[in-house]
């Protein structure tokens, strides 16, 4: 069996087991399963902590695992990110009371906390920066004001809570990081391996893209289908009535309502749109 690891716990635990479902994979009913097989589609899922997932998947132990980027490139695994997902968007930055450091080329000599020390470590190497990384478990925003650090380095979504410890962002940001599917060498060899990315890729664009159905006349097709272009091309079929066709596209999710707008305009009618669960391209 092809074995996946799969967050336990977390912000990323029930997005990765949504997909999986999307995709057509058992996912568990019970929070307290470790391990869950799937005989149907030939896998068997381990339910790990993000952070260990890397480490499972780069000794060979496990084929493939969901987890962070920033986890990935956090430890020292062999794993290597095999496919973006798609979803858990993150940015990790650096952030100081204000006064202590203008730009990250002034973190020379100062204390850094963080629970991501190997990718802050990586990060102040490229730059050429010597400082002293100091290792936290869990939340860091109060290591300054608790004297422990002068900086701190930790995963930013809006800079609310980093505002309500006195601190602001310095600098660009260290990474963006999201939910990404993980390898080790040679298993995209693995017809099982391609099979379920294939699989996770067509949930990918499925989400990306809706179906959208509409009849216009038949003078004005070819101006429509320079609306909806869809993948390949549009369907056309005819109508009984034969002044008028049925077309069918794919369109861009985040442009369905401008699309319908200008289908409208054109004269068509009918127009219609449906949720797409699963494709392959």
């Given at each position: 069996m092809l074995r996946v690891a799969v967050p336990n716990k977390g912000s990323l635990s029930e997005p990765a087991a949504e997909m999986l479902r999307e995709a057509g994979y058992r996912q568990r009913r019970d929070g307290r399963e470790l391990v869950l097989a799937d005989p149907d589609n030939g896998v068997e899922f381990f339910f790990l902590r993000p952070r260990d997932i890397a480490?499972?998947?780069?000794?060979?132990?496990?084929?493939?695992?969901?987890?962070?980027?920033?986890?990935?490139?956090?430890?020292?695994?062999q794993a290597t990110e095999v496919l973006r997902l798609g979803f858990g968007d993150s940015t990790f930055r650096y952030a100081a009371v204000?006064?202590?450091?203008?730009?990250?080329?002034?973190?020379?000599?100062?204390?850094?906390?963080?629970?991501?020390g190997g990718l802050v470590r990586t990060d102040l190497e490229a730059r050429g920066i010597e400082a002293e990384v100091i290792h936290l478990d869990g939340a860091?925003?109060?290591?300054?004001?608790?004297?422990?650090?002068?900086?701190?380095?930790?995963?930013?979504s809006t800079g609310t809570t980093l505002r309500q410890a006195g601190l602001e962002i310095v600098?660009?940001?260290?990474?963006?990081?999201?939910?990404?599917?993980?390898?080790?060498?040679?298993?995209?060899e693995d017809p099982r391996v391609e099979q379920l990315t294939r699989r996770l890729t067509g949930v990918i664009i499925a989400r990306q893209y809706v179906m959208i159905d509409y009849d216009c006349r038949v003078e004005t097709l070819e101006a429509?289908?320079?609306?909806?272009?869809?993948?390949e091309s549009p369907t056309v079929s005819p109508l009984h009535d034969k002044d008028w066709v049925a077309v069918r596209a794919m369109v861009e999710q985040q442009r369905?309502?401008?699309?319908?707008?200008?289908?409208?305009?054109?004269?068509?009618?009918?127009?219609?749109?449906?949720?797409?669960?699963?494709?392959?391209?």
């Open positions: 480490t499972y998947v780069g000794t060979g132990t496990l084929e493939l695992g969901i987890t962070g980027r920033d986890l990935l490139l956090d430890g020292d695994s204000p006064g202590t450091a203008d730009a990250i080329d002034d973190f020379a000599g100062k204390r850094i906390a963080t629970s991501y860091v925003e109060t290591a300054v004001r608790l004297g422990v650090a002068d900086i701190i380095a930790d995963v930013v600098g660009e940001p260290i990474l963006h990081s999201e939910a990404v599917l993980v390898g080790r060498n040679g298993t995209g429509a289908c320079a609306i909806t272009p869809g993948i369905t309502n401008q699309v319908m707008d200008e289908l409208w305009h054109l004269g068509a009618r009918g127009i219609l749109v449906t949720d797409i669960l699963a494709c392959r391209l």
